[in-house]
């Protein structure tokens, strides 16, 4: 039986986790963490500022967080002193926030991290690298779209997008929409659309002269990053204290 508790238990994304947790034969939900009050499938949600106190108790084998970047250092810090596994859907961290995770992670648990959990999209990453590769004097666009409620912008996997175009084109500036007079040279645009219930929508246009290739993907339900996250928690446990991506998960 693999023990999870959930951080960020009563979010859109916590409580997709801890249905299918829920229901897995071969795990056992055993709490989760939030800010606020609740419970997640008649487990117990206790308060964030008890978060060491609850996985000395529980001793579960991966904590699965979904929060807010600030929440989800502090929620790493405290499973790797516990020596609990993570796995890390969070999005929005800055670069001194990526270099204290790793801080805390490397040599002493095993962490999936990734901006997207989902089968589709790592695939998606994949095309773009490959499309990147070929079509260095294509002119390129991000555009991602999310729901109202989305706190960072752009999004997480967008900006994974931006370090595959940076490492396969070399580092090119990035027009963050555009306004006014302007000039097209060799930057990378990037648009960010937010509205409704959308769950997440990512595309890459390559534009050369006379043609157009466009890379996409479109989300229909969080059930599917959850499913993701899920399936790298079972992958997690046991394996060297590291950071790992979703790509090592699905052997790509
Ligand atoms: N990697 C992926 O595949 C993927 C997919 C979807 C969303 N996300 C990311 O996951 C995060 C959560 O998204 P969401 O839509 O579920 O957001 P949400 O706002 O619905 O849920 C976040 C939850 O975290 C709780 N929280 C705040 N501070 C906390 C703390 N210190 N400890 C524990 N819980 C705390 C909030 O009360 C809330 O219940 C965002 O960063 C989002 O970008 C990642």
């Known amino acids: 039986m693999v023990k999870v508790v959930v951080s960020g238990a009563l979010g859109r994304m916590g409580?997709?986790?801890?249905?299918?947790?829920?229901?897995?034969?071969?795990?056992?939900?055993?709490?989760?963490?939030?800010?606020?009050?609740?419970?997640?499938?008649?487990?117990?949600?206790?308060?964030?500022?008890?978060?060491?106190?609850?996985?000395?108790?529980?001793?579960?084998?991966?904590?699965?967080?979904?929060?807010?970047?600030?929440?989800?250092?502090?929620?790493?810090?405290?499973?790797?002193?516990?020596?609990?596994?993570?796995?890390?859907?969070?999005?929005?961290?800055?670069?001194?926030?990526?270099?204290?995770?790793?801080?805390?992670?490397?040599?002493?648990?095993?962490?999936?991290?990734?901006?997207?959990f989902s089968v589709g999209v790592n695939i998606f990453w994949k095309l773009v690298r490959e499309a990147a590769r070929e079509l260095g004097d294509y002119d390129v666009e991000v555009t991602e779209a999310h729901h109202r409620y989305k706190k960072d912008a752009p999004?997480?996997?967008?900006?994974?997008?931006?370090?595959?175009?940076?490492?396969?084109?070399?580092?090119?500036?990035?027009?963050?929409?555009?306004?006014?007079?302007?000039?097209?040279k060799d930057e990378i645009g990037v648009?960010?659309?937010?509205?409704?219930?959308?769950?997440?929508?990512h595309s890459v246009l390559f534009a050369g002269n006379f043609e157009c290739i466009e890379v996409s993907h479109r989300a229909y339900d969080r059930a599917v990053f959850a499913q993701g996250a899920v399936r790298a928690a079972r992958w997690v446990v046991g394996r060297e204290p590291r950071i790992y991506g979703m790509q090592d998960v699905l052997g790509l």
Not at 46 to 70: N, Q
Not at 157 to 181: C, F, M, N, P, Q
Not at 191 to 201: N, P
């Open 15 to 116: 409580t997709n986790i801890g249905r299918i947790v829920d229901e897995a034969p071969d795990m056992e939900l055993v709490g989760g963490i939030d800010v606020r009050e609740g419970t997640l499938f008649k487990t117990e949600v206790v308060p964030a500022a008890k978060i060491d106190a609850f996985l000395s108790e529980k001793k579960p084998d991966v904590l699965i967080d979904f929060t807010v970047a600030g929440a989800a250092v502090e929620n790493i810090k405290a499973a790797a002193r516990n020596g609990v596994a993570l796995i890390v859907g969070t999005t929005g961290f800055s670069p001194e926030q990526r270099e204290t995770i790793a801080a805390a992670v490397e040599g002493n648990v095993p962490a999936v991290i990734s901006s997207n």
């Open 155 to 184: 999004s997480g996997t967008a900006k994974t997008i931006l370090e595959i175009l940076d490492r396969e084109l070399g580092s090119r500036e990035k027009a963050y929409g555009r306004v006014g007079e302007t000039e097209r």
């Open 191 to 201: 648009h960010v659309i937010r509205g409704g219930d959308i769950v997440g929508d």
